[in-house]
């Protein structure tokens, strides 16, 4: 079965981290990346990631702050999340593509369910 099952999300105070981390199963997925969600917003990009890891793109809200990796021999993906702000609350959902790495949402052809990311102030 072809999925992407994430986890890590929960409740932090502003200035705390968290790793979210995103288990790949059924296939290989070469371009795979995060996006989030708040309420009443679309769904806007975080970061993106290669087959090697050796490229990275990331949204300019989240540079900095943000850093994703991938693990192949274990099939996993992360993101780690420092600095958390307020804004940065949101479902986060991880995506898999056949391409590269990508911005884009319609370039990812498997999602996950999403796990919630509250940041308080």
């Known amino acids: 079965q072809v999925q992407l099952v994430e986890s890590g999300g929960g409740l932090v105070q502003a200035g705390g981290s968290l790793r979210l981390s995103c288990a790949a199963s059924g296939r290989t997925f070469y371009g795979m990346g995060w996006f989030r969600q708040a309420p009443g917003k679309e769904r806007e990009f975080v970061a993106t990631i290669n087959w090697g890891g050796g490229i990275t793109y990331y949204a300019d809200s989240v540079k900095g702050r943000f850093t994703i990796s991938r693990d192949n021999v274990k099939n996993m993906m992360y993101l780690q999340m420092n600095s958390l702000k307020p804004e940065d609350t949101a479902v986060y959902y991880c995506?898999?593509?056949?391409?590269?790495?990508?911005?884009?949402?319609?370039?990812?052809?498997?999602w996950g369910q999403g796990t919630q990311v509250t940041v308080s102030s």
């Open positions: 995506a898999g593509g056949r391409l590269g790495p990508s911005m884009r949402s319609d370039e990812y052809d498997t």
